[in-house]
């Protein structure tokens, strides 16, 4: 299995520019998590999908932030217009419902100027 | 709302040595508790902890939990450079049909030659 997939493994964009992160979760899990991590906060949940649906995204910090699932096998996570305090690695994992093992991605390490 | 303790936040050992890595917890609907190893990229996971007083062992890292007093300790003995991670407790405390974790800011474990 090639695990949990991420794209692009860097970014580096300039502040009011749009970027999206995008995540192939593993195959087979109806599961799939959003998080950022920086060195202040830590990993903190973002959003998390089940069968392709949202279901909690009280840890997306503010509009500017949004995230879809079109389907089971491909998510993205859109942060429009960025700015320079968004820089952080954000990690999309996956698990499947009932065990509570979740692996991540490699993460994309995002940097605003 | 949930929340995960690691003490310490850093710990500088030499090789040999063992070490304790703490991780408090006070959660709602506790399910379980999880320890994961972060090197350069993304967690992996390491141990998944539900009942108490059962210690799970792999090589030289073993974790136990006490559901009673609400912590989980992770040792590692006969520690060698290649330890050298930031260590990640989580715990899943949101009950049945929901399945988030809430990690911990980690302990940097450094371990020198």
């Known amino acids: 299995d090639a695990g949990v997939i991420q794209s692009p493994r860097h970014e580096v964009t300039e502040m009011g520019q749009e970027v999206t992160l995008r995540c192939k979760p593993i195959?087979?899990?109806?599961?799939l998590f959003w998080y950022r991590q920086t060195m202040m906060r830590g990993l903190e949940l973002l959003i998390y999908?089940?069968?392709?649906?949202?279901?909690?995204d009280s840890g997306m910090p503010e509009d500017r932030f949004s995230a879809k699932m079109p389907n089971a096998s491909f998510s993205t996570l859109k942060i429009q217009p960025s700015e320079p305090r968004d820089s952080a690695v954000y990690f999309c994992?996956?698990?499947?419902?009932?065990?509570?093992?979740?692996?991540f991605g490699p993460g994309t390490r995002l940097l605003v100027l | 709302e949930d929340k995960v303790v690691q003490s310490p936040l850093s710990l500088v050992v030499h090789e040999g040595d063992t070490v304790t890595l703490n991780c408090s917890y006070e959660?709602?609907?506790?399910?379980?508790l999880l320890w994961y190893k972060q090197e350069k990229k993304a967690p992996t996971f390491l141990f998944m902890l539900?009942?108490?007083?059962i210690e799970k062992k792999s090589g030289r890292l073993s974790s136990i939990l006490d559901k009673k007093e609400l912590f989980s300790i992770l040792n590692i003995t006969a520690t060698q450079t290649g330890d050298s991670a930031v260590y990640l407790c989580?715990?899943?405390?949101?009950?049945?049909?929901?399945?988030?974790?809430?990690f911990g800011k980690g302990t940097k474990l450094s371990v020198i030659p």
């Open positions: 994992a996956s698990r499947r419902g009932a065990q509570e093992t979740q692996y």
């Open positions: 195959s087979g899990h109806d599961y």
């Open positions: 999908f089940n069968n392709n649906v949202p279901i909690d």
């Open positions: 959660v709602t609907n506790f399910r379980s």
């Open positions: 539900t009942s108490s007083g």
């Open positions: 989580a715990v899943d405390g949101t009950g049945a049909g929901s399945y988030q974790l809430t």
